[in-house]
């Protein structure tokens, strides 16, 4: 079984969890496209009614108003469950997010959860944070040579996200830092310095949020919690 098989039967058993009436945060990438797409057929279906989802993205709006999903901002009412992927997971369901460039609305959303589902294949599982994935940093434009410098005195190892000629820019306008988190930092407190740097947006650091994750492999899904 490849890889996108992997991402679709984790996406699957995430899915299996909505229920009729589910305000559903729609996560942003190549997993979960997968859940958006199966929740538009279980709408078309008549296997569920009355759902409407919160977009983390520009690119998941389009997919679910393309596979039938209604779509409505982000308000401060509770969504019953969000549903996305992750860069990296680690034992106790801490994550790194944002490589597809979606961290700020994904975090503003996914916070917002009475539950927030993982899903993921295999390679994704790590011992530790910043074990295999550079952590994306969102940053306002407007001074960003500053704000890289004061990021580059705490991440030294980190650069501006510049895929070519010009930085990558996110749906909110924002330019993004990637950079390596040395082994045996305290993400915690990683993330509460990086959160106090002036001109950092958010980071890609999602600490305590995620419920459980289902994660696929050759042999089958299986589903974590935190530990």
């Known amino acids: 079984m490849n890889l996108e098989a992997l991402k679709r039967e984790a996406a699957l058993r995430a899915v299996a969890l909505v229920r009729s009436g589910d305000r559903v945060g729609l996560g942003t990438g190549s997993t979960a496209k997968y859940a958006i797409e199966e929740i538009g057929r279980k709408l078309a ?3 569920l009614t009355a759902v409407v989802g919160v977009a983390t993205s520009e690119a998941s709006d389009t ?9 409505e901002p982000l308000d401060p009412r ?5 549903i996305d992927g992750a860069d990296e997971i680690a034992p106790n369901l801490d994550l790194i997010k944002g490589l597809g460039g979606a961290l700020l609305r994904e975090k503003l ?12 294949d295999h390679t994704k599982l790590v011992e530790h944070i ?12 407007f001074g960003f040579l500053s704000t890289i410098e004061r990021l580059r005195a705490i991440l030294p190892s980190g650069r501006l996200r510049q895929p070519g000629a010009q930085p990558y820019v996110t ?25 106090g740097t002036l001109g950092v947006v958010d980071t890609g650091l999602f600490l305590g949020m995620a419920e459980r994750a289902f994660v696929a492999a050759p042999d089958g899904v299986t589903e974590l919690t935190p530990r």
Request: cysteine-free; aromatic content about 4%.
């Open 45 to 47: 279906a008549g296997e």
């Open 63 to 71: 997919l679910a108003r393309q596979v039938g999903i209604p779509v």
């Open 78 to 82: 509770p969504l019953d469950i969000a």
């Open 109 to 120: 959303t996914e916070v917002q959860a009475r539950r927030f589902i993982v899903i993921a």
């Open 130 to 141: 910043g074990e295999k994935s550079a952590l994306p940093i969102e940053i306002a434009r």
């Open 171 to 195: 749906d909110n306008g924002n330019y993004i830092f990637d950079a390596q988190i040395p082994a045996g930092t305290d993400i915690a407190a990683l993330e509460r310095q990086l959160k």
